[in-house]
Structure formats: C-alpha cells, structure tokens
C-alpha cells in the first residue's frame, strides 16, 4: 500500500517536523509513503490520481472538494481520503472525505495517517442510527462468511470532547473483525456541544441500531461494550443501564476507564473535563455523577472486564484499582501489565491480547 500527504505550500509549518511525525507513522503502519508540498492550484493535479491512502492538508479557508475535478464528487471505497486541521475550525462537508480530523495540535497528523491507511486496508459500511453527521457507526464484518462470535461495540474516548473522534478505535474494530466478530465503531454527539443527555441518547440508540442490524442478519448475536478512557465510563453506565430494561449484554470492557468521577472532578482531570462533560459539579448535578460514575454503583449487573496499563497516568490507575477492589455482583475480571495510555487500543501489545482472551472466554461462557 501506498501512502500520500498533500500539503499547502503556504502553510506556516516546519516541514522537519512534520516530515518526521509523518515518516512515523507510516513506518509504524509498514506503509511506503510520499509527502508533497503544493500551492493551492496542484491539490487538483496530486489528488486526481491519488492513492489508496491520502491525508490532506489544504489551506484552512477551502474544503476539500473545491481541490477535486468536476466528477469526482463522492466517496471513493478503494482510496481513503482524510482531510487534517490541526487547528480547530468547523467540518469540512466534502462528500469524498472518509474522515476530518481537526483540533488536535500537529502531532494529531499522525492519526489522520492512521486513519488514511486504516480505511483503506479495512473499508467499513456506514450505520447510521439518526440525522446529524455524528450519528453513525463504521461496521466491519469478519472475512469466512460464517456467522459472527459475537457483536463488539467500541465508544472512543478523549474525556469526552468533541476533537476526539472515532478513528481512536479504528486499529481495535479492524482487530475485532480479524478475530471474527462484527464491530461497529461507533461516532456520538459529545457533551461539550450537544449535552450529557446527547451523549447517552446517542450511545444507547447506536447499540440499540447495531443489535438490531446484527441481529436481522445474523439472529441473535452476544454484544460486548467496549470503551477506552472516556468511552470506558460510557460503556460501563449503559452497559449497566441496558441490563436494568432488560436488554443485558454479555459483557463491558473499560480500557483505561473514567471509573470515579467524583475524583476526576475533584482532581481536575484534563482540566475539567469531567463538569464540563456533565455539566456541572458533583453537588450540582448529583443524580448525573451517581448514574455516571462506576465507583458510585459497584454493585454490577453486567459481567466486566476492567483493563489498566500501569504506566498510565497514575489517576487513572490508581481509581481503577479502587473499583475492582470495591466492585461486586457481575463476575469481575482485571487486566493490569506494563503500558500506557494507548497500549490497550493497540492491537500488538500484550495488555491487548490479555484483555481479548478474557473477552473471549466470556463469549464462551455466555455462549
């Protein structure tokens, strides 16, 4: 496979060190790659021909299908294109985007390459399970036509903001795909535009949607929640929550989970994030941290599997100890090895391949 990130030419960018960030990542995904500065007229000359992976950086001022010949205006499945802002600035709309990622600083050129090659490697199927352009999943389907182990689900994190977008998940669904169950990687409108209401709604309607379509195809199907940091929190809450209506599932996996929001607020994790994602502070919305916060309700429903790399930030690992201490009811499983933050959504580490036995031994279980 072949990789090309197109850049502006008039960028105030120092190409050293994008250049670096960029040979990285493609080393790391073992992809050949090409990085092309242009002025705003050659976007047309360099895309037109495009590979099957492209990252593009235009002028912050021009959508991406202003840059493309009269014709190609729709989604290629076989090129992945993904536009990269590290910059905030609104969605670029442009129908051949595969992904916009945007507001995540320079080093966030490094997951638009991931999602470029990504995409192209594993082309997903959109699901979608309501109106707004946040509401949707990307649905792989294991290779064999036999029916699948189970239905994963997967809800990113980035304390629960609304730059962090689903491609945090993308190496894990593919991984899930690969070990013979559907995953739908799942998008939602996060609390810091839409509310914390928005954000459960979105989640519960995105499982519910992809159950349902599973489902039909398949017949009844075991779902397992998985979530890292953030997502972590939310698998857990509607995990729990779907049990309670009568619709259990057959296990929730944190990865590195939010599992105590009392003391997330109270030692301003990512500056304060979690009172922002909920809106307000445990005293002012009490009833929001009792059903949220993991801690506050150990007493599960739901058998759950907590995984913890301990090199993660010492907060994260010290509350997660806390809950597997406390937690009862639903059999409990823990993971704890060597890894940081990101080790649990990579699919070659060991704290992965740990977490995935215990997951399948459940799926065994409950089969």
Same mark, same amino acid.
């Given at each position: 496979?072949?990789?090309?990130?197109?850049?502006?030419?008039?960028?105030?960018?120092?190409?050293?060190?994008?250049?670096?960030?960029?040979?990285?990542?493609?080393?790391?995904?073992?992809?050949?790659?090409?990085?092309?500065?242009?002025?705003?007229?050659?976007?047309?000359?360099?895309?037109?021909?495009?590979?099957?992976?492209?990252?593009?950086?235009?002028?912050?001022?021009?959508?991406?299908?202003?840059?493309?010949?009269?014709?190609?205006?729709?989604?290629?499945?076989?090129?992945?294109?993904?536009?990269?802002? *590290?910059?905030?600035?609104?969605?670029? !709309?442009?129908? /051949?985007?595969?992904?916009? &990622?945007? %507001?995540?600083?320079? +080093? #966030?050129?490094?997951?638009?390459?991931?999602?470029?090659?990504?995409?192209?490697?594993?082309?997903?199927?959109?699901?979608?399970?309501?109106?707004?352009?946040?509401?949707?999943?990307?649905?792989?389907?294991?290779?064999?036509?036999?029916?699948?182990?189970?239905?994963?689900?997967?809800?990113?994190?980035?304390?629960?903001?609304?730059?962090?977008?689903?491609?945090?998940?993308?190496?894990?669904?593919?991984?899930?795909?690969?070990?013979?169950?559907?995953?739908?990687?799942?998008?939602?409108?996060?609390?810091?535009?839409?509310?914390?209401?928005?954000?459960?709604?979105?989640?519960?309607?995105?499982?519910?949607? *992809?159950?349902?379509?599973?489902?039909? !195809?398949?017949? /009844?199907?075991?779902?397992? &929640?998985? %979530?890292?940091?953030? +997502? #972590?929190?939310?698998?857990?809450?509607?995990?729990?929550?779907?049990?309670?209506?009568?619709?259990?599932?057959?296990?929730?996996?944190?990865?590195?989970?939010?599992?105590?929001?009392?003391?997330?607020?109270?030692?301003?994790?990512?500056?304060?994030?979690?009172?922002?994602?909920?809106?307000?502070?445990?005293?002012?919305?009490?009833?929001?941290?009792?059903?949220?916060?993991?801690?506050?309700?150990?007493?599960?429903?739901?058998?759950?599997?907590?995984?913890?790399?301990?090199?993660?930030?010492?907060?994260?690992?010290?509350?997660?100890?806390?809950?597997?201490?406390?937690?009862?009811?639903?059999?409990?499983?823990?993971?704890?090895?060597?890894?940081?933050?990101?080790?649990?959504?990579?699919?070659?580490?060991?704290?992965?391949?740990?977490?995935?036995?215990?997951?399948?031994?459940?799926?065994?279980?409950?089969?």
């Amino acid at each position: 496979m072949r990789l090309e990130v197109v850049l502006d030419r008039a960028a105030p960018l120092d190409r050293g060190t994008v250049e670096g960030l960029i040979e990285t990542a493609a080393s790391g995904l073992s992809v050949e790659h090409r990085v092309i500065w242009c002025d705003v007229e050659g976007f047309e000359e360099h895309l037109r021909d495009r590979p099957a992976a492209t990252v593009v950086v235009p002028p912050d001022n021009v959508e991406v299908a202003a840059l493309l010949r009269p014709g190609d205006d729709r989604r290629d499945p076989r090129r992945a294109l993904v536009r990269f802002d *590290a910059h905030a600035r609104g969605r670029d !709309a442009s129908p /051949q985007l595969s992904a916009h &990622l945007r %507001g995540i600083g320079l +080093g #966030g050129i490094t997951w638009a390459v991931r999602a470029a090659v990504h995409a192209a490697r594993s082309p997903a199927d959109t699901l979608r399970y309501g109106e707004h352009p946040e509401q949707f999943g990307q649905l792989r389907r294991p290779g064999g036509g036999g029916p699948p182990a189970a239905l994963a689900v997967l809800v990113h994190g980035g304390y629960w903001r609304s730059r962090w977008q689903l491609d945090l998940m993308d190496a894990l669904a593919i991984d899930l795909a690969d070990r013979g169950l559907i995953s739908v990687n799942l998008e939602y409108r996060r609390p810091d535009r839409h509310g914390w209401q928005a954000t459960l709604e979105d989640v519960h309607a995105g499982v519910r949607q *992809a159950a349902d379509a599973v489902g039909r !195809a398949h017949g /009844q199907t075991p779902i397992v &929640l998985i %979530g890292h940091s953030a +997502g #972590g929190q939310l698998a857990l809450q509607i995990a729990e929550e779907r049990a309670a209506s009568g619709e259990p599932v057959a296990a929730a996996v944190s990865l590195a989970g939010v599992v105590d929001l009392d003391v997330a607020d109270a030692r301003e994790l990512s500056d304060g994030a979690v009172r922002l994602a909920l809106g307000g502070r445990p005293a002012e919305v009490p009833e929001r941290y009792l059903a949220a916060s993991a801690l506050a309700r150990p007493q599960r429903q739901v058998p759950t599997i907590v995984a913890i790399g301990a090199g993660d930030d010492p907060d994260l690992v010290e509350m997660n100890r806390r809950f597997v201490a406390a937690a009862s009811g639903g059999p409990i499983d823990v993971v704890e090895l060597p890894g940081d933050h990101f080790a649990l959504i990579d699919p070659t580490t060991p704290l992965w391949a740990a977490t995935f036995d215990i997951v399948a031994s459940r799926l065994w279980r409950s089969g």
